[in-house]
């Protein structure tokens, strides 16, 4: 037998030994790896699969009730803010309208005429001076002829009558003219109170007619559309709603113990189960729910019926999510998405106390008011002194100004801004 072959049985252990060692070591050294790595970076990432998209969801409510005649959108269909969405039929406010209309173009005419009283009465208590200041100089011409036997004592006696009824009748104009005072009295044609009560029942009839058309407060995607043709609406019943998916957000469901570490603000990343994890979302921690989602519930577990079963409760956070990022993936509410938070800043207060002005808020219906107003001043200035030459340059159109009424057959709800009026 060779020397070789008396050698090969002894390195064959030695050998496997060593490849043993290697294998060991690797596995070591990538478990140290892992080690320092969850320490240093994982330990600090909070994960959950428990998140929703969520957002708002805008009611279409009518303010008044009515009788719907017109419906401008459909489920799935994206819709500009302003555009109408519902129109409710007209009549009845149409109508109202052009009583309150009416009314007050009767109510300026009549206080114009107070004005005009107490003009006249100025002039009857003038009048009234001259009457008694010449029957003073009568009486005091009887009274010096009197001693003389020149005057009768009836002529005399008529004299002091006279006068004591010109003193009266002096007196009483000058009552009619303070009572006609009190009432124009520190104010003009436009902001006295008769005047002012008309127009605020013009304004209210107004908005009334505006309301007719029900605007899309926001932009955003149909949804939920319950309204029919025909149907009789009552105010605050719901027609349907708008989502803005421009504005949607997460809401993570964390575990108690994950929640130590957690700051507002704090970096997150977002996969959707939409996309895959080909898409990864990136946000920020927006702010922490006041309770757990069993605190809210119907009935909460912690009832004293004696149902109660200890569990891990989990307490939603809100994660803010990057625009552009949103608008190249747009997410819609309701998906499912994963959530891994970096807490590694843990500065401030785990709950602080933020205040921030609402940011939320239209315009749509800022117009009525403006309308409602410009409309109010015509109908003034068309029965004020002049009013008539006004008509007559105005002519007959629909935009006219004439009998107190400013155009009210062409009036259209404020609201069809941005929209088609149906």
């Known amino acids: 037998m ?11 252990p030695t050998q496997r030994k060593r490849w043993l060692l290697i294998v060991v070591g690797a596995f070591a050294a990538l478990g140290i790896a892992y080690g320092a790595y969850w320490a240093l970076a994982l330990r600090q990432v909070q994960s959950t699969d428990d998140a929703y998209v969520n957002g708002n969801v805008v009611q279409i409510t009518p303010q008044i009730s009515g009788t719907v005649v017109a419906i401008g959108a459909d489920d799935t ?10 129109q409710l039929d007209q009549a009845d406010a149409k109508v109202a309208l052009d009583q309150a209309d009416a009314q007050l173009a009767k109510t300026v005419r009549e206080v114009r005429s107070l004005f005009a009283t107490s003009a006249q009465l100025q002039a009857t208590v003038a009048m009234r001076l001259s009457d008694l200041a010449k029957a003073n100089e009568d009486l005091a011409r009887r009274e010096r002829l009197a001693s003389s036997g020149a005057v009768s004592g009836e002529e005399r006696q008529h004299a002091r009558d006279a006068a004591n009824s010109a003193r009266a009748a002096l007196l009483a104009a000058q ?15 436009d902001n006295h109170p008769d005047v002012r009560n008309a127009a605020a029942r013009v304004r209210d009839a107004y908005l009334t007619y505006s309301r007719t058309a029900l605007p899309a407060p926001v932009s955003g995607f149909v949804a939920k559309r319950a309204v029919q043709l025909g149907q009789r609406v ?51 921690v927006a702010g922490f729910g006041a309770g757990t989602g069993s605190a809210f519930a119907l009935l909460p577990a912690q009832n004293a019926t004696g149902n109660w079963i200890k569990i891990v409760q989990r307490v939603p956070v809100r994660i803010a999510l990057d625009a552009p990022e949103l608008a190249a993936h747009p997410l819609q509410i309701g998906l499912s998405m994963q959530v891994e938070v970096d807490t590694h800043e843990r500065s401030g207060d785990r709950l602080p106390l933020v205040q921030s002005a609402p940011t939320y808020a239209t315009d749509v219906f800022h117009s009525q008011d403006q309308l409602a107003n410009e409309r109010v001043r015509a109908i003034i200035a068309a029965n004020e002194p002049g009013a ?31 929209g088609n009026m149906m």
Do not use: C
């Open 2 to 12: 060779s020397e070789s072959t008396q050698a090969s049985p002894a390195t064959a």
């Open 77 to 86: 269909q994206f819709v500009t803010a302003g555009r109408t969405l519902v």
């Open 175 to 189: 009552q009619e003219l303070e009572a006609n005072r009190a009432r124009v009295d520190r104010t003009t044609v």
């Open 234 to 284: 009552a105010p605050g019943a719901p027609l349907m709603a708008i989502v803005p998916l421009d504005q949607v957000w997460v809401d993570a469901n964390f575990k108690e113990p994950q929640l130590a570490g957690m700051r507002v603000g704090q970096p997150v990343k977002l996969t959707a189960d939409l996309y895959g994890g080909k898409v990864v979302y990136h946000g920020n």
């Open 388 to 418: 008539a030459r006004v008509v007559r340059s105005e002519g007959s159109g629909p935009g006219a100004v004439s009998n107190g009424l400013a155009g009210t057959g062409s009036v259209k709800p404020a609201v069809a801004v941005g």
